[in-house]
């Protein structure tokens, strides 16, 4: 798989999302806490987690931004 840096360097076009993505995926379930998130968010050095399920089907996206709003307002 071509990196974005070796991408840029070469002067390539991405050509989609999956030039891109992470194939390590980290989530949390709709059941976590938002301490525990918060946790997950920071030990992995991650700005926004996919939230699953009880079927493991993602039902929404946590951002730092959100839990940051949530504390601070």
């Known amino acids: 798989m071509t990196r974005p ?3 840029r360097e070469n002067n390539k076009e991405m050509e989609s999302a999956k030039d891109l993505m992470s194939t390590k995926l980290i989530t949390i379930s709709v059941t976590d806490t938002l301490a ?10 991650i700005f926004s987690i996919p939230v699953l399920d009880s079927h493991q089907a993602v ?11 949530c504390y601070v307002l």
């Open 5 to 7: 840096r070796e991408l």
């Open 36 to 45: 525990n998130a918060a946790k997950i968010l920071l030990q992995e050095k």
């Open 59 to 69: 039902v929404g996206l946590l951002t730092e931004q959100s839990l940051l709003r």
